[in-house]
């Protein structure tokens, strides 16, 4: 069983930035692909962006390019969103995500087998 765990979550002005941090337990951390996603009240939870075991392969949803970026420290166990010019759209609870299977399909909910509780973020206006 593994463990995800996220935190940096706040509130920040339109403009900002927050880093999202999210630990793993267990010893296999650097075979996962690992993703976040997000999900405000009444959608369903979105693809945020992901990332695979060696970083080479990284892959952002189109309306956070140029502004998240995604890392991972196996060594540390913990994978990392770093998002700047934030915007109102982008409130929502944030989840880290690990899947066991690979880099297939990234985008899809249904691949990752460990979800972390999540954080709020939350960017004024």
């Known amino acids: 069983q593994v463990q995800l765990v996220e935190s940096g979550g706040g509130l920040v002005q339109a403009g900002g930035s927050l880093r999202l941090s999210c630990v793993a337990s267990g010893r296999t951390f650097s075979t996962y692909t690992m993703g976040w996603f997000r999900q405000t009240p009444g959608k369903e939870r979105e693809f945020v962006a992901a990332i695979n075991r060696s970083s080479r392969n990284i892959d952002y949803t189109d309306s956070v390019k140029g502004r998240f970026t995604i890392s991972r420290d196996n060594a540390k166990n913990t994978v990392y969103l770093q998002m700047n010019s934030l915007k109102p759209e982008d409130t929502a609870v944030y989840h880290c995500?690990?899947?066991?299977?690979?880099?297939?399909?990234?985008?899809?909910?249904?691949?990752?087998?460990?979800w972390g509780q999540g954080t709020q973020v939350t960017v004024s206006s």
């Open positions: 995500a690990a899947a066991t299977g690979g880099w297939y399909r990234p985008r899809l909910e249904s691949d990752y087998d460990y």
